[in-house]
């Protein structure tokens, strides 16, 4: 994770962003905090990126890289603006001693990509259409060695996989069908007959954007009847309150890059 400290609404690179609303940082860092005191909480270790000035999207820590099996798959980032977040990524990688593979195509990490360990042996999902560009699933496959599934995206206001699917446990996914193509949508429903199906409504709050442990969904306090059908699906929602990060584009997943031994 990245502290927002330096967060701003400077640019607008997705259609949440608006340049001429106001941003609280001192609000933005206070959610923040209260999401990685839960993750702490519910017994996960959080490494901490230096934030840096200049780079206000930095806090959306998930779009430096993809990482699996303990290798990573580098980013490189689509907008300008960004760019520079990928070296402060791989810089944090090569210190921490993890296999880390360079990218040569346009992909924004696990924003754009998703990790199932146990479907079909090891599946990942791979989002195109606004940021991540296809050639960079191929790139992903040969540098992960674990099957790649594209997935086209088609809506503007879930320009990211990660606004539109989650995974919620080794075998399972969450997602929004509207936010696919068709065929897309048909390769998912072939793939997970048993997906949690989220509307226009709970995918407008950002419950997509979740983090799961397998047992307890940490997702957006807004999207509180995603919450309803995980719970009935036997999972314990919790709830974050991130309405600042909301501004920005993203919410709890976008946050937190998960690394993956
Ligand atoms: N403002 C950022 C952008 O548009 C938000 C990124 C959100 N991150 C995510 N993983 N979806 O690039």
Redo the contacts with the bound molecule.
């Keep these: 994770m990245c502290s927002p400290e330096y967060f701003a609404?400077e640019y607008a690179?997705?259609p949440?962003?608006d340049v001429t609303t106001p941003v609280d940082r001192d609000l933005a860092v206070k959610q923040w905090d209260r999401l990685r005191e839960t993750l702490v909480g519910l017994g996960h270790e959080v490494h901490l990126l230096t934030a840096e000035q200049g780079l206000?999207?930095m806090v959306?820590a998930?779009?430096g890289g993809f990482v699996v099996d303990g290798t990573v798959y580098g980013a490189r980032?689509?907008?300008e603006?960004?760019a520079a977040e990928a070296a402060a990524h791989h810089a944090f990688y090569e210190a921490q001693g993890w296999r880390f593979i360079a990218p040569s195509e346009t992909n924004?990490?696990?924003?754009?990509f998703a990790y199932v360990p146990e479907a079909h042996g090891g599946l990942i999902l791979a989002g195109h259409g606004f940021?991540t560009e296809i050639p960079a699933h191929a790139e992903a496959q040969e540098a992960l060695g674990r099957p790649v599934v594209s997935l086209r995206l088609i809506d503007p206001r879930f320009?990211?996989?990660?606004?539109a699917l989650a995974a919620i446990d080794d075998t399972n996914v969450v997602y929004f069908p509207g936010a696919f193509s068709a065929a897309s949508q048909r390769v998912l429903t072939q793939l997970f007959p048993d997906a949690v199906i989220a509307d226009d409504e709970d995918a407008m709050a950002f419950g997509l954007?979740l983090v799961s442990d397998g047992a307890n969904v940490v997702l957006n306090s807004e999207a509180t009847r995603l919450a309803g059908k995980l719970k009935a699906a036997g999972y314990t929602p919790v709830p974050v309150e991130l309405a600042e990060l909301k501004k920005?584009?993203?919410?709890v997943?976008?946050?937190i890059a998960e690394l993956r031994h």
């Design positions: 609404v690179i997705n949440w962003m206000p999207d959306y998930a779009n980032f689509k907008h603006q960004r924004e990490g696990e924003g754009d940021r320009y990211h996989l990660d606004v954007n920005g584009g993203g919410s997943k976008c946050c």
